[in-house]
């Protein structure tokens, strides 16, 4: 098993899901497929998507929900299955 | 009205506060955390802290901003453009303080807030609307069956929108639900509302506005403007007059815009938005936003008034002090919005500190910023940095002229929209007004071309 962390370029304010009171995009432990959505990231009122590059497991979040994330920031860290 | 509470940032806080200065009042300006050292906050005589960066807990949270109005002793609240500006219940609370807003009526933000029931006051009035859903996508409903009946492609928008934000264009059924999902949430995050609705999208449709002052009883419109110049549903450079519209058209526009504000009482400033597709010669009326827009500037360029002065006296009980013939455009005005923003990275935000700022000068250019060397361009607020309007005597020298100040501005520390800019007024699409609103997006790899 490898670990791959899912990295924002942009600064500013991560979402675990795309809006208020819905359900988040990925919950800790659930499997995601390599371009899945895992969040999104807002700046200037932009919203980006933040997507994992890997299939695997989605092992933890390394923001909270609504945190502040600076450019190159953790946002996750996905567990391949090799 | 003699201490005026400005409940805003940016540019636009500066500017309202410029006109407040004029008038002999006192200001007091509502900053987040982060904005303490901010141009508008030097120019203002009184600030308050209302809470941290995140616009949600600062310039969006209605409870801190009517407490902090409370605290103030303030006569009356000028809102901006976005944030709370067209929050009906935040102006409810202001006006239950016994304060003064400055905007239309709490009834009147409700009525043209609600999309549906803004249809309904247009086509009650005479104005052509467009197709689309009726007011606001359920969460129980079909939202395929919704976009079937409307017809593709479509645009998706917050129900509690204005100034862009939320709206999304979906070609074909399959790329619904993502942008409806992302549509929500921006409308969630700007307006703290993720209703949504749908409306037809027309091509090569230019945006066209009119500007009106009312009293409550009477009122005027001020000419037209045209927004056509749009990035993602974000207006780039706005002009008036409109170019090459019918003279027929153009009136019944007017026309239209001041009789459907009349029919709700409007008293203050509004902004009554069309689509003019120019193929089949009609307009259609798409909403009506009941604040000052961002682009209002180039109105006060080719008519000499003051809108801010105007907002402010009609809120303090004046009467207007124009007729509709004292109103006279003279020559041609365009706005060129400044955003810290890299169009090499797809417009990629910005954000950063101001090493050194120089805006343009000379003849007919006026600069509505708010920055200056030293500022921070914080990532949790809109891109806008700074507007330059220009005005001469007809529009190829205002062009001209844009162009030219645009080579005087000169901002280091964070990436800006400068030079694209340059390459949008120099494109002849542009110069020969056969531009539309999604010129900018087709043309995209052209324009990141430089200039000659």
Known sequence: MAQHEVITPLPGVFYRSPGPGKPPYVTEGQRVEAGQTVGLVEIMKQFSEIRTTVAGVLASFAVADNGDVSPGAVIAVVEDEQ | MRRLFVANRGEIAARIIRTAHEMGMETVLAISEVDRDSFAAQMSDLVTVIGPAQARQSYLNRQALVEAVAA????????????????????CQIIDLGVTWVGPSPEAIELMGNKAAARAAAQRAGVPIVAGSNGAVGPDEDIHAVAEAVGYPLLIKA????GGRGIRLVRSPEQLDEE?????????????????????FISNARHVEVQILGDGTDVVHLFDRDCSLQRRQQKVVEETPAPDIPDDLRRRML????????????????TVEFLYDAERGDICF?????????????????????LVREQLLIAGGDKLRYRQA??????????????????ELEFMPSPGTLTHVQWPGGPGVRTDAGVVTGSAISPYYDSLIAKIIVWDSDRPHAISRAIRALSETHIEGVDTTTKYLQSVLHHPVVRAARHHTKFLESSAAELLQEAP
């Open chain 2, 180 to 200: 409806a999902h992302l549509a929500a949430a921006e409308a969630g995050a700007a307006f703290g509302d993720s209703a949504i609705y749908l409306e037809r």
């Open chain 2, 286 to 306: 798409i909403e009506m936003n009941t604040r000052l827009q961002v682009e209002h500037p180039i109105t006060e360029m080719v008519t000499g008034i003051d």
């Open chain 2, 255 to 270: 026309d239209s815009a001041v009789e459907l504000a009349r029919s709700c009482r409007y008293q203050g400033a509004g």
């Open chain 2, 326 to 343: 004292d109103i006279i455009t003279s020559g041609h005005a365009i706005e060129m919005r400044i955003n810290a923003e890299n169009p």
């Open chain 2, 159 to 162: 129900s509690a929108g204005g």
């Open chain 2, 72 to 91: 103030s002793a303030a006569d009356a609240v000028h809102p901006g453009y976005g944030f709370l500006s067209e929050d009906a219940e935040f102006a």
